[in-house]
């Protein structure tokens, strides 16, 4: 099944939000003191890329982000 992306997760009770932008690329998003922080993350190595799969696959507490979230952290 082809993927189409962006897609977005977030990492339940971590205030961690993540848009996975292709198979080997995402940015994430970290709240420190109440404003976002933004890093973008090219997977390299097999570990990486197995994250993101996970990311994808909503397992391990990542989940799907709101449309809500999504406009404040990505638009």
Known sequence: MEKTYPIYRKLEGFGRYYKIESPD???E???LNGKPQYQ???A???PEKL?????IACEFSF???SPDE???YFQ
């Open 25 to 27: 690329l995402f940015i």
């Open 29 to 31: 998003v970290s709240l």
């Open 40 to 42: 973008s993350i090219q």
């Open 44 to 46: 390299v190595q097999y």
């Open 51 to 55: 994250r993101i799969r996970d990311m």
């Open 63 to 65: 989940t799907e982000m």
């Open 70 to 72: 999504i406009t404040a």
